[in-house]
């Protein structure tokens, strides 16, 4: 039987990238076709390809690392560099979103009444559930390092007690936010004010929405034995996706929130 | 060696003896249930108090043509309503959808 002669895990051939691909062109297209023909069937086939993908190819990585040993030291390194970049890209990505709200903010058009917020729009008071839901985002920030040091110290059912804690926390975010998007005296159909804040806010909601579900995946590893006091980087990964949504969070509420009203 | 300096040694040594312990997770366990619980405690609280002193407050409709665009139908229902819709916050383009609160 062959063995490799160096520390690099090269990875067998999968279907998923390719399956993944089409996914996001089904999706993308299919969107578009909702909204001009009226037929949903792309975009849900694209959906249901997605997760699809999404669960097999990350089974794949979890059979490949905690299983088969593949991710030695060094391809622990080129994961971490991975989703530092990742993770890098989503802030640029929200970065958009802010210079779009400050562009119109900053200078509002007399179409608006020449102010911000613009005439006729009743904002959200930032010291009633949005407050709440920093101290929410902030509070999980605690609990989910105090997950980190309790899987470094082998405390198993400390580690599982505040992961779930976090997840709970991340679950009572979103319930609020979607009380607040269906209690909300203005829609984003509400001039430039309801796009910026219905796209910030709701692309912030998505990422915290799949934030939860990596750390639920954690979670389930973590009762499955999968986490080492050494090795662990799908749990750090998840937590440092968690820390750049909750800084994503207190950007949004200084300045579309508070600043903002 | 001044006492000022003295002191200052002191309280140095008292927080390095401390740190031995390196933040691990009996110090995140602890600052869970002392501050961070709490403080969404108290952020509930003060929620839910301001939530009743306003109580149910439609705000007045004014036909301002920079509000309730509606360019594009929304693909759904009547394309006349948004995702969230709540019929007694959330005017319609003409005014609100009833008369009752």
């Known amino acids: 039987m062959a063995h490799q002669a160096h520390a690099y895990h090269m990875v067998d051939p999968s279907p998923w990238p390719l399956t993944g691909a089409v996914a996001a062109l089904l999706l993308t297209s299919g969107t578009a076709i909702w909204m001009h023909f009226n037929s949903m069937s792309l975009m849900s086939l694209g959906m249901i390809l997605l997760l699809l993908t999404i669960y097999q190819w990350w089974r794949d990585i979890i059979r490949e690392g905690t299983f088969q040993g593949h991710h030695t030291p060094p391809v622990q390194k080129g994961l971490r560099y991975g989703m530092i970049l990742f993770i890098t890209s989503e802030v640029f990505f929200f970065l958009g979103f802010f210079w779009a709200f400050y562009h119109s903010s900053l200078a509002p058009t007399p179409e608006l009444g020449g102010c911000w917020p613009p005439t006729g ?13 920093t101290a929410v985002l902030l509070a999980s920030g605690v609990t989910v390092t105090w997950a980190h040091h309790s899987i470094m110290e082998g405390q198993r059912k400390q580690a599982i007690q505040s992961l779930t804690l976090t997840i709970l926390l991340g679950f009572y975010f979103t319930f609020l936010q979607g009380m607040e998007y269906y209690e909300a005296p203005f829609t984003i159909a509400d001039g430039v004010y309801g796009s910026t804040f219905f796209v910030a806010t709701g692309f912030h909601g998505l990422h915290v929405i799949i934030g939860s579900s990596f750390l639920a995946v954690c979670l389930l590893r973590q009762v499955q034995f999968h986490f080492t006091s ?12 968690w820390h750049f949504v909750d800084v994503v969070w207190l950007f949004l509420y200084i300045s579309i929130y508070w600043w903002g009203s | 060696m001044s006492s ?4 200052a040694r002191r309280v140095l ?4 003896s401390h740190g031995a312990e390196e933040a691990g997770a009996k110090t995140w366990k602890i600052l869970t249930f002392v501050l961070a ?3 969404v405690g108290v952020c ?11 109580g149910d407050h439609q705000p007045e409709f004014l036909p301002y043509s920079h509000l309730r665009i509606r ?3 929304f693909p ?26």
């Not at chain 1, 729009?121 to 839901?133: A, Y």
């Not at chain 1, 050494?230 to 996706?241: L, P, Q, V």
């Not at chain 2, 969230?84 to 005014?95: E, I, K, R, S, V």
């Open chain 1, 121 to 133: 729009i009743t904002t959200l008071d930032p010291f009633e559930v949005p407050l709440l839901n």
């Open chain 1, 230 to 241: 050494k090795h662990h980087f799908g749990f750090e990964a998840a937590a440092w996706y």
């Open chain 2, 4 to 7: 000022a300096t003295l002191v």
């Open chain 2, 13 to 16: 040594a008292a927080a390095a």
């Open chain 2, 37 to 39: 619980f709490p403080g």
């Open chain 2, 44 to 54: 509930m609280a003060n929620a839910y108090m301001k939530m009743q002193a306003h």
């Open chain 2, 71 to 73: 360019t594009k139908k």
């Open chain 2, 76 to 101: 759904w229902g009547d394309g006349n309503h948004s995702l969230f819709h709540n019929g007694h916050t959330n005017a319609l383009p003409d005014g609100y959808e009833s008369s009752e609160h």
